[in-house]
């Protein structure tokens, strides 16, 4: 039933070639696709191929008042391709239409109608009947009656097996009409046609065995048909006078991958094409460069662009390395990106960091001796941590010392107070009673040490019910006592201070009190 | 206040750091041990030092970090202290601190400084150098300062 359809409707198709064909019916046209054995299809095919060549080549179907045969197939295909792409025929390209032209524009027209493929959309629009007409009547206008076809094409075309054999020819062989046309014309004609064609796919399964079955018979019968099927199966059907073009086409193509490749290859295998591009990013990179310079001010910011680099620049470098092929020749010069080219936040807040961490180490520097010497962040660390060691033991040891003497003090003061009551028993001659032991320790008074005192104490005869330590007794016979009436305060302080910045010592200026009655008070900070 | 026309800032970090620090010397007076044995000199020197640090911490007041750390250590242990004196009838646990310290030869130099610089293990680097400037200054100070009464009182 598929191929009882298939022949219907594609023979219609073939009234408009010669009113002498016969259409045979739909059960022979079926015996002749099935037949294994066609005994004359290598014969036609042979007249075929002269007929259609001597159509287009031969100066005989030509117009004999056309002097140039070649120039006027030229200026044809190119007036066809106007026709073709535009819808309508130029008046001043009418006289050079010929009877080859018109015989050529119509087997064109009818090989295109015999395909039971259709044609995709994207190929050229065909020549319409009406306008073939159009292009007979015009071109004889002596005559009133259409221009006969050619007389080889006449003689085929009575052959009651011509219309199955070109419909087999055209459905399931790569030869049609197209390219038998074609055949002869140039390349470069060809190509705003050829280029725009797709593969045709068949729609049934039924039609894809029997075009494998007459594939396989042609390619057994005929050595042309099997030239041709070689480069071409059922779903991509290649018409002959393609596979030149094809061939060049693919060959072109192949050049184009080629230099596409080249192109790619080109910045590895030309290192400095590639230090160029790096460069030039580089200097398109100077408006940025310019902007990060501008809020630092016009002495800080070169200075500061010089002084450090950022971490997005260095991963830019690391990049640029990675890319680098290994096989580079020995003279490749590496451009480094230049410093202050990152703006990311990432290397701004790097920079900030590393411009407050030289600035501490500076401040460092100047706090710590024998730093100035020292190069390096690392050697200026370990001299901060010795310095800061060294401090620190120098607090334990005088820690150790001021311990040592605070003891000590605490003894004297004891001693100072029973001296003090030894010197209400047994007067002296200008006494100096150091009112605070941490005084006379301030001012270098030492106390004296007396052998009775000492003797007393140790013999148990001074009794402390006997004394009075905050309020001695009245001295007779000094004329001049000595009343200090002093704290461990701000004196004290001021010239601990002192010491500290200038080491001046203020000697404290004893007061004299003229009488012999007058009470000396000693006030004992414990 | 003026002393043969050498003009004292009394709000300077020196002065403040020896107000204080003369003053819990003299209180540390009260005091008195009998005999003067090395363990009692040991006991005394730690609370010199004690002494030392914590004054130069309230000299320069919260405003530091390595003080704000001083502050805190001394605070926390002032606790810890009241707290051991307040159950001291009860039974006390040892706790036995593991000490995860890395040996000093295998850390970095900006570790071995946050070990030095009070409260130096939660600083960045500039921070920490920042910290270590003012904390040198500051016992740099201290040093002068309890050098000159160690000289006084020894004289």
Same mark, same amino acid.
């Given at each position: ?31 002749? !696709?099935?037949?294994?054995?066609? @005994?004359? %299809? /290598? #014969?036609? +095919?042979?007249?075929?191929?002269? =007929?259609?060549? $001597? ?93 006969? !076809?050619?007389?080889?094409?006449? @003689?085929? %075309? /009575? #052959?009651? +097996?011509?219309?199955?054999?070109? =419909?087999?020819? $055209? ?356 | ?155």
């Amino acid at each position: 039933m598929e191929h009882e359809f298939f022949l219907n409707a594609g023979m219609p198709t073939w009234h408009s070639l010669s009113s002498a064909m016969d259409i045979q019916g739909t059960d022979q046209s079926s015996d002749c !696709l099935l037949n294994t054995s066609w @005994e004359t %299809s /290598a #014969d036609h +095919g042979v007249h075929f191929d002269s =007929a259609l060549s $001597s159509m287009v080549s031969s100066p005989a179907a030509s117009n004999t008042n056309v002097p140039n045969d070649s120039f006027v197939i030229r200026e044809l295909i190119g007036k066809l391709g106007n026709i073709g792409n535009s819808g309508e025929i130029s008046p001043h390209s009418r006289p050079l239409l010929g009877n080859a032209a018109i015989a050529a524009a119509a087997t064109s027209y009818n090989s295109a109608n015999t395909s039971a493929y259709t044609t995709p959309l994207s190929s050229p629009p065909k020549l319409g009947v009406t306008l073939i007409k159009h292009l007979v009547n015009e071109s004889s206008p002596n005559s009133g009656k259409p221009m006969p !076809l050619n007389s080889s094409v006449a @003689e085929f %075309s /009575a #052959d009651p +097996g011509f219309a199955e054999r070109a =419909a087999r020819f $055209s459905r399931f062989g790569s030869r049609s009409f197209n390219g038998r046309t074609t055949q002869f014309v140039p390349n470069n004609a060809e190509v705003p046609y050829k280029s725009n064609l797709l593969p045709r796919v068949a729609s049934s399964p039924s039609l894809k065995a029997v075009g494998s079955q007459m594939g396989a018979q042609e390619s057994n019968n005929s050595p042309e048909l099997a030239n041709s099927q070689e480069e071409s199966t059922v779903s991509e059907q290649i018409p002959n006078g393609e596979t030149g073009l094809k061939g060049t086409q693919d060959s072109n193509s192949r050049k184009r991958k080629a230099a596409s490749k080249g192109k790619a290859k080109e910045p590895a295998l030309s290192p400095f094409a590639n230090a160029t591009k790096v460069a030039e990013a580089n200097d398109n990179s100077n408006a940025k460069r310019c902007k990060q310079s501008e809020p630092d001010g016009n002495e800080n910011g070169p200075v500061k662009a010089e002084e450090t680099r950022g971490s997005a620049g260095e991963e830019q470098d690391a990049k640029t390395n990675n890319t680098k092929p290994p096989e580079a020749p020995k003279d490749y010069i590496h451009v480094r990106a230049r410093r202050g080219q990152a703006t990311d936040s990432h290397s701004l807040a790097e920079r900030v960091r590393r411009e407050k961490i030289s600035e501490r180490m500076k401040l460092l520097q100047d706090l710590v001796p024998g730093c100035n010497k020292v190069t390096g962040k690392a050697l200026m660390l370990d001299e901060i941590i010795n310095y800061v060691q060294s401090l620190q033991r120098q607090v334990e040891f005088l820690s150790m010392k001021l311990a040592s003497v605070n003891t000590r003090l605490d003894f004297n003061l004891d001693n100072l107070i029973h001296k003090d009551i030894f010197q209400s028993n047994n007067p002296l001659q200008h006494p100096i009673f150091p009112l605070d032991s941490s005084a006379s320790a301030f001012y270098g008074h030492q106390p004296q040490q007396n052998e009775a005192l000492n003797a007393n104490i140790s013999n148990g005869t001074v009794t402390q019910s006997s004394v009075d330590p905050l309020q001695l007794p009245p001295l007779n016979g000094f004329s001049n006592t000595v009343s200090q009436y002093t704290m461990f305060g701000e004196d004290d302080l001021q010239t601990i201070v002192q010491m500290g910045f200038g080491n001046r010592e203020t000697p404290l200026q004893p007061q004299s009190f003229h009488g012999e009655e007058k009470i000396m008070r000693k006030s004992v900070f414990l | 206040m003026a002393t043969n026309g050498v003009t004292l800032n009394t709000n300077s970090r020196k002065i403040r750091f020896a107000r204080r620090f003369i003053s819990i010397l003299l209180k540390m007076r009260k005091t008195r041990p009998c005999s003067p044995s090395i363990e009692d000199v040991r006991k005394r020197s730690q609370r010199i030092k004690i002494a030392a640090y914590s004054s130069m911490a309230h000299a320069v007041g919260p405003r530091r970090a390595w003080s704000r750390a001083v502050l805190f250590k001394l605070r926390s242990r002032a606790r810890h202290q009241s707290m051991m004196t307040r159950r001291s009838f009860g039974l006390q646990k040892k706790r036995f601190v593991k000490n995860n310290d890395i040996p000093s030869g295998q850390l970095s130099q900006a570790d071995r400084l946050r070990q030095l610089v009070p409260g130096g293990k939660a600083m960045d680097m500039s921070s920490l150098l920042e910290e270590t400037a003012d904390y040198i200054s500051c016992l740099a100070t201290q040093v002068k300062v309890m050098q000159t009464i160690a000289d006084r009182f020894s004289k």
